[in-house]
């Protein structure tokens, strides 16, 4: 275990929170789209959406640009985590089964990536729970 790849884990974390920042406002317009039309709560009960792209643009007209990315700081920290254990995890399970590239099998691909999820899971779930 002494030699531990840190490099897996940074970029892993790094590409997370950099795809995050993409694809955050999609997450946003889905999350308005499930929730109207809400009988139970009367902030949602009325349909405001016709599909997703009249979402964004309905919200970029009447709450802003930045309303898009309102939220961002739990879903930011949730990829932190749960990216970078994740990524980390499957690379580093990788290299203590197979040490060169060109002997990995599909079975060992399988089996780290599992393996990584599960951990990383098991981790991040409370940073997924705020999300």
Known sequence: MSNLNWKPFVYGGLAS????????????????????????????????????????????????????????SPAL????SYGTIKIGTYQSLK??????????????NVLCGILAGVVSSSIANPTDVLK
């Open 95 to 108: 290299r203590l089964i197979v040490s060169r590239p060109e002997d990995e099998t599909l079975l060992v």
């Open 77 to 80: 920290l949730r990829q932190a």
């Open 17 to 72: 929170v950099t795809a995050e920042f993409g694809t955050f406002p999609i997450d946003l317009t889905k999350t308005r789209l499930q929730v109207q039309g809400q009988i139970i709560d009367s902030r949602y009960k009325e349909i405001k959406y016709r599909g997703m792209f009249h979402a964004l643009l309905r919200i970029c007209k009447e709450e802003g640009l930045r309303a898009l990315y309102s939220g961002i």
